[in-house]
């Protein structure tokens, strides 16, 4: 999240988000495989959605994905075939 956070910091909506520390608002999502994480980077990065894939060293292994701060209409459909992560 940090690294996103750092890569797109000139955006206006990371600017946005970072104004306001006590409204910060984060969901985590439930992927139940690589192939749908790295599948998700495919069609982000085709749609021109900035985000970042993080690979896990030295296993490398795709762990997760964070986009940087975006209205939530702009990107929500592409998240719809996963759920709310409960731990």
């Known amino acids: 999240c940090v690294a996103v956070i750092h890569q797109f910091y000139d955006k206006e909506d990371t600017q946005k988000y970072l104004g306001d520390v006590d409204r910060m608002h984060k969901v985590t999502l439930e992927a139940t495989d690589e192939e ?47 759920k709310l992560f409960k731990a």
């Open 36 to 82: 749908s994480i790295v599948k998700l980077s495919e069609t982000l990065s085709s749609k021109g959605i900035d985000h970042k894939l993080w690979i896990e060293q030295p296993e490398n292994i795709p762990t997760c994905i964070a986009t940087r701060p975006y209205a939530k209409e702009n990107i929500q459909e592409n998240f719809k075939k996963f």
